[in-house]
């Protein structure tokens, strides 16, 4: 049975990304016991399945491990993985969390050798990849996950898969009795940093992208340029493997729309721009960059990447919103037809690839929160004191870039700190 200390002093952060390892950290830095709860098997959240940062171009690993090494030197932090809350009831200062526990099948005894993955047999769509590569049953989610323990895929549970990885490990790491538990959190504030998912590209149909093979979306993008993804870093195209040289990108898909998401993503310009140079460092005077956009939304410091890849010969930006992605059946590549709002040409060009810059939508619906909590049209929750002790952190709150969502989970921290203090005065 999972033990967490708790009480009505503690704050309760659920969604373990960047935003929540962020407020959890703030918190338990000035004293206070908090308790972060992550749906996935390992902290990081969606940051970790970049390959690099806008604007400096540096690896989000780097900042992960500062927060991951904070957090283990930090005795008033407990964090559960692969744990989601079911229910909150109570009222501010004095909540009550069900936390419901998914077995890993695998206890703290892992030293991550990874011995059992070597003898499990059956594969599946890789999810950290978004399904462009597959994983074994027994997996480590991927290489720098935190924490470093391996996981059974539940769907290998009963099958002679789970008894060959139990029999590998030398370690008695493997515990295939591990049940799904429920834990009772009492808790004084929650902090919501369940940040984002990407928007369905299949649903814009035009773009085709549940129908071109080489029409994929921008966070496909990012595992396909991490030396450590599933094509070992290499801009290749889905359907033949051969490298993608000439590369398009398609801005507000799925954003800036009234049959799609209504709100501007924020950050999915500066994602393409940042993208753009994944395909010139790769393929230098040979590579062939169009950004088709509206308008180019590079606020504060960003104008200056902005200017800087505007600069390079190897990117043509063309102010336009495609009308349609066909695909030219004899080679395989996505044709781009629109007109070009500037000089008004109809074009159709075709590309390598088409990289579609997908739109942010929440990844909680509003519906489906624990408890009753005012979100805005867009579904991110709202700051409104109908929410009592509840703060949205980060990504949840908006479409934020990381810097963005980093202070926004600095000022949740803050809110929630200011309400388990009045608790700890009243009982004082
Ligand atoms: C293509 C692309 C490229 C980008 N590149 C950059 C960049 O270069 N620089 C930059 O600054 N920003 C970039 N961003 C934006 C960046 O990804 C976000 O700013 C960041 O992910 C926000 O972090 P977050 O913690 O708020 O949300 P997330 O990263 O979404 O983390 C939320 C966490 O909550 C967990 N969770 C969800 N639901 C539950 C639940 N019910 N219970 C428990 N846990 C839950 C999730 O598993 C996840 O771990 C990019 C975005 C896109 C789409
Ligand atoms: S579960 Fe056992 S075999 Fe698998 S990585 Fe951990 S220690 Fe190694
Ligand atoms: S950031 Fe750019 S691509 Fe993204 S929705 Fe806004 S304008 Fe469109």
């Known amino acids: 049975m999972t033990q967490v200390v708790a009480t009505n002093e503690t704050i309760l952060v659920v969604g373990g990304g960047i935003s929540g390892m962020t407020a959890a950290l703030e918190a338990a830095e000035t004293g206070k016991q908090v308790v972060l709860v992550e749906k996935r098997p390992y902290l990081g959240g969606r940051v970790s399945q970049l390959y690099k940062y806008f604007p400096k171009l540096c690896f989000p690993t780097c900042g992960l491990e500062i927060n991951q090494r904070r957090m283990k030197m930090n005795p008033n932090l407990a964090v559960l993985t692969m744990a989601e809350v079911t229910d909150i009831k109570g009222e501010k200062g004095n909540y009550k969390a069900s936390v419901k526990l998914s077995p890993r099948y695998v206890n703290d005894n892992c030293t991550g050798c990874g011995d059992c993955a070597k003898v499990v047999e059956a594969e599946f769509d890789d999810e950290y990849n978004y399904g462009l590569s597959k994983r074994k049953g027994a997996y480590l989610p991927y290489l720098m996950a935190h924490p470093q323990r391996y996981v059974l895929d539940p769907r290998i549970i009963g099958t002679e898969d789970a008894e060959k990885a139990k029999a590998a490990c030398k370690y008695g790491a493997i515990d295939l009795e591990m049940q799904e538990e429920t834990v009772e959190l009492p808790c004084g504030a929650v902090i919501w940093a369940t940040g984002w998912r990407p928007y369905d590209a299949a649903k814009i149909q035009p773009y085709g992208y549940d129908r071109i093979k080489n029409v994929i979306t921008s966070v496909e993008l990012e595992r396909m340029a991490d030396p450590m993804g599933p094509t070992g870093g290499k801009l290749l195209r889905p ?115 088409v990289v579609l810059a997908i739109g942010m939508e929440p990844s909680v619906d509003a519906d489906s929160f624990p408890v009753p909590i005012v979100v805005n049209r867009e579904g991110f929750i709202e700051p409104a004191p109908e929410n009592g002790g509840i703060f949205a952190a980060g990504g949840a709150s908006d479409a934020l870039d990381v810097n963005r969502a980093v202070q926004h989970a600095t000022g949740a921290a803050l809110r929630a700190i200011q309400v388990v203090n009045r608790v700890a005065g009243m009982e004082g």
């Not at 990108?249 to 994944?278: E, V």
């Not at 600069?311 to 009308?323: C, E, F, G, T």
């Open 239 to 353: 359907s033949d493997h051969k490298e993608a040289k000439k590369v398009a990108f398609i801005q507000c898909a799925g954003s800036r729309d009234h049959n799609h998401l209504l709100h501007c993503s924020r950050i999915c310009c500066m994602a393409s721009l940042k993208q753009a140079t994944y395909v010139t460092d790769a393929f230098g005077d040979e590579a062939d960059v169009s950004v088709y956009y509206i308008d180019i939304r590079a606020i504060d410091r960003f104008e200056d990447f902005y200017e800087k890849v505007k600069a390079n010969p190897r990117v043509k930006l063309i102010k336009s919103k495609p009308a349609s992605v066909v695909e030219n059946k004899a080679s395989g590549s996505p044709v781009i037809h629109g007109v070009d709002t500037e000089g008004y040409h109809r074009y159709a060009d075709e590309h390598d690839l």
